[in-house]
């Protein structure tokens, strides 16, 4: 009775649910989350998820396997769990080791909007609480030495602007993009811990690897490379840091959901330098480790052992 409004808040933050807003979604209802092959009377939703607290995601099945692994000898989780594909549908991969999801979305807006809807929809009918998502990728850095990780602070549409558009009833919809800053600046300050290069900066999601982010080197292109160094120095000098082809939508379905959530993307061309990612495998992978290793770090600096 005699809580301080400090300790109030904290508690509301603890009880921060996932928010769906659709009148059409009825509770007694079963539910199709289609592309995991999964619906929320089949499984004992509430039992198998209720307890994740930090989603992972990001492009390809082999990294969310490595991320779920690297969480599972992190955490010290040896129930296999890391091991187990819970998705019943070859389109995702999903893991539930200990309090993290991790599941993959594919490349570009599209695939990864249809994951996140399913995802939230599955963790709100879990009836899950204080869950922050993180998207662990890759992307075109500008300026940047190849393997430098960016901690987003913000995430823009190609005209350079804090909204994701959707086409809805065929009505152009405007959604705000926007970034936790707290919790960006609480990856900043762990990077600085870490053995590897951590920005922050605006990061510009394109509907596509090629032209939609200005390379030469497509199977079509019809500007100069006068015109491409123009247009990736006019981004920089409006704080764009990276390129990449999820952000603005991730932004945006997080801040529908009421959920925290943070882009981390290890750069792997510097776009100054050149189109093409010409790196060896070996290294790729180690670039790709890295915002992993931050993500995890952080998950481990919030999570009590239960
Ligand atoms: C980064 O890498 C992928 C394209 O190579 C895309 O999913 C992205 O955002
Ligand atoms: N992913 C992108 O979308 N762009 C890049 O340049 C590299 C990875």
Redesign the pocket.
């Known amino acids: 009775a005699n809580l301080k409004e400090s300790e109030l808040k904290e508690l509301e933050i603890e009880e921060r649910c996932l928010r769906l807003s659709n009148p059409h979604l009825l509770p007694d209802e079963d539910d199709v989350l289609y592309h995991f092959g999964l619906t929320k009377h089949s499984t004992d939703l509430p039992v198998v998820f209720g307890d994740v607290r930090f989603v992972c995601t990001g492009g390809s099945v082999g990294r969310l396997a490595c991320v779920a692994q690297e969480i599972a000898t992190s955490l010290g989780i040896t129930d296999g769990s890391d091991r187990r594909n819970l998705c019943n549908s070859d389109r995702y991969c999903m893991y539930k080791v200990g309090p993290a999801l991790c599941v993959n979305h594919g490349m570009g807006v599209p695939s990864l909007s249809i994951m996140l809807i399913e995802v939230i929809k599955l963790l709100h009918h879990a009836r899950c609480k204080n869950v922050t998502f993180f998207r662990i990728?890759?992307?075109?850095?500008l300026g940047l030495e190849p393997g430098t990780v960016v901690v987003s602070n913000a995430a823009v549409n190609c005209e350079l602007k804090p909204i994701h558009v959707q086409y809805v009833l065929g009505q152009r919809t405007e959604r705000p993009a926007t970034l936790d800053q707290k919790l960006v600046q609480e990856l900043l300050e762990i990077g600085s811990t870490l053995p590897f290069p951590v920005a922050t900066g605006a990061t510009m999601c394109?509907d596509d690897?090629y032209e939609g982010?200005g390379?030469l080197d497509g199977a079509f292109c019809e500007y100069s490379m006068e015109d491409k160094f123009k247009y990736i120095q006019t981004l920089f000098d409006a704080g764009v840091r990276n390129?990449?082809?999820e952000s603005v939508c991730f932004a945006s379905m997080m801040t529908r959901a009421d959920v925290r959530g943070a882009i981390v993307c290890a750069?792997?061309?510097n776009?100054f330098d050149g189109?093409q990612?010409a790196i060896d495998k070996a290294t790729i992978k180690q670039f790709e480790t890295r915002p992993m290793d931050l993500v995890i770090a952080y998950i481990k600096r919030h999570w009590k052992k239960p």
Request: zero cysteines; glycine letters at 16%.
């Open positions: 990728g890759t992307s075109g850095g394109a690897f982010q390379r390129i990449e082809m750069t792997i061309v776009r189109d990612v």
